[in-house]
């Protein structure tokens, strides 16, 4: 199965600090993604990437930057943290197009 | 409103029971389903996907869908403990954007 990582696990971060969220995957696979999770909102997508060097806004990108560097690597940047963004974000990737995705295990933030 | 809807919000059954969960889209564009089964505090698997009319079957899971209606359901007949779960409904479109739009789920329990 693909293999997906995120760095840090938990991270406890105060308004109006800067944040930044990393995801690797091993799977050379093109197309990354940045959700949220929030009880009675299912996964929301932030940012998406088609691979290095490309970024794309997702559905509720306001907030958050992301950077893709590498094949492998996909940032998520809350430049000026608020405790509205506390959420538990996950990382996923998929081949191309219809591919199932594969999301990392998750990192729980909380902004004070 | 969001375009994916799932129902019920949650739903207990007994230890070897049927379940059965529905998910609809309000986007005409949508045309591929997913199902995602999330444990609680680990990330989304993929389950299982359809995008033909008709239904699917895998082991003790069976997938429909009605793509005149938008409406897919996922059956789990004896269902088990560890099924207990979020099963979460995905949808994406065919007009070339892949991006999935998830429902909020559906909290399932499968009490002994």
């Known amino acids: 199965e693909a293999a997906v990582t995120q760095s840090p696990r938990n991270k406890v971060a105060v308004t109006g600090g800067k944040v930044t969220l990393s995801c690797n995957q091993t799977n050379n696979h093109n197309n990354m993604y940045w959700y949220r999770q929030d009880t009675g909102h299912g996964l929301r997508l932030i940012h998406y990437?088609?691979?290095?060097?490309?970024?794309e806004k997702g559905d509720i990108p306001d907030g958050y930057k992301a950077s893709r560097p590498s094949q492998e690597n996909f940032s998520l940047i809350l430049e000026l943290a608020t405790p509205s963004q506390t959420s538990v974000y996950f990382c996923?990737?998929?081949?191309?197009?219809?591919?199932?995705?594969?999301f990392g295990p998750g990192t729980r933030l909380l902004v004070l | 409103q969001q375009k994916v809807q799932q129902s019920p919000e949650s739903l207990i059954v007994p230890e070897g029971g049927m379940a059965s969960l529905n998910c609809t889209s309000s986007d005409r564009n949508v045309d591929y389903f997913w199902w995602y089964r999330q444990h609680s505090g680990k990330s989304p698997k993929m389950l299982m996907s359809i995008f033909s009319n008709g239904e699917k079957e895998e082991g003790r899971f069976t997938v429909h869908l009605n793509k005149a209606s938008l409406h897919t359901s996922l059956h789990i007949r004896d269902s088990q403990p560890s099924d207990s779960a979020l099963y979460l409904c995905a949808a994406s479109g065919s007009s070339g954007s892949w991006q999935l739009i998830f429902g909020s789920g559906t909290q399932l329990t499968v009490m002994p």
């Open positions: 996923a990737s998929g081949g191309r197009d219809r591919d199932t995705q594969y």
């Open positions: 990437s088609y691979g290095a060097g490309s970024t």
